[in-house]
């Protein structure tokens, strides 16, 4: 039987009480300081960066999985690290690294949860990287494609240490149709974007990340905030949002506010926002197969 929210523990807004007055977060692993380290630095080759990956057997099978996914669209198969990273370069591999290391090392235990996390993430960079390309192509597509994977990854942290919390905010936006963000602000619980604006902090992730991680919603992109969003946040908001539009339950008031703040973001008249939507959808068989990728061992 679920747990009503009053019957849980309150939880302090504040993300760095919250952290320390219950848990430890764990690091990163020493692998990915390496490969941050030598790629900024310039001095890695992909013969190294290659090596390194493969000693971590789980993370190398990860990133010949995405590299062979439908984001890339390579037009054949990879199945040596070498020829993967020499493929993408050293940058797109530095930033793949960065989010898979971030998602394998807060595992929940429900794995049909994470599979949800790693479906609207995956859909929501596929689209922020179509926005980028084709709306604001002085924003960097891969930047705010890794962003977009990261910017649900504070929900990584209600699912591994308060899973119950999270039913009970999900339960709340079901029943009100409405999003998760606006469950956190009616129950005065923390908010999943700067949760993960913190956890980029901790393990010294790109600030742009960060920043996206913590304003991404309707209230961001509608200007309900005191500053406006940047060029990567503005992208990703409107990404998710555009993806959050396919969820089965939210309410027709819901759907028609984040209409309106999408047309006015995107510029949009008469059926331009159908037809990106159309779009959108498109966009969920290539995230299916994605996942079936994952799945596979």
Request: glycine share 4%.
């Amino acid at each position: 039987m679920a747990t009503p929210a009053d019957a849980l523990e309150r939880l302090p807004g504040d993300p760095e009480s919250l952290f320390q007055g219950h848990f430890h977060l764990p690091p990163l692993p020493a692998l990915v300081a390496r490969v941050d380290e030598a790629i900024r630095s310039g001095s890695a080759t992909a013969r190294q960066v290659a090596t390194w990956i493969g000693t971590d057997a789980g993370l190398a099978a990860d990133v010949l999985k995405l590299v062979n996914s439908a984001y890339y669209g390579l037009p054949h198969r990879i199945s040596d690290l070498t020829h993967a990273v020499a493929y993408l370069g050293l940058a797109e591999i530095h930033r793949l690294v960065i989010a898979l290391a971030a998602t394998r090392t807060l595992v929940p235990e429900d794995r049909r949860e994470l599979e949800r996390f790693w479906r609207h993430a995956y859909h929501t960079a596929l689209v922020a990287r179509d926005l980028a390309r084709s709306r604001m192509n002085h924003v960097e597509p891969q930047e705010v494609s890794l962003a977009a994977l990261l910017h649900d990854v504070g929900k990584l942290i209600y699912l591994c240490f308060f899973p119950r919390h999270l039913a009970a905010l999900e339960r709340w936006a079901r029943e009100h149709g409405t999003y998760l963000s606006e469950a956190e602000v009616a129950l005065s619980w923390p908010s999943h974007g700067l949760l993960g604006a913190y956890l980029c902090r901790h393990w010294r992730l790109p600030a742009f990340a960060e920043r996206c991680c913590a304003r991404h919603e309707l209230a961001d992109l509608a200007g309900h905030a005191a500053a406006p969003l940047d060029d990567r946040q503005r992208v990703v908001a409107l990404a998710n949002l555009l993806v959050n539009l396919r969820t089965p339950n939210l309410h027709e008031l819901a759907r028609e506010r984040t209409r309106q703040a999408l047309r006015e973001a995107l510029g949009c008249e008469g059926d331009a926002l159908l037809l990106l939507m159309a779009d959108v959808c498109e966009r969920e068989r290539e995230v299916e197969n994605f996942l079936s990728t994952l799945r596979a061992s």
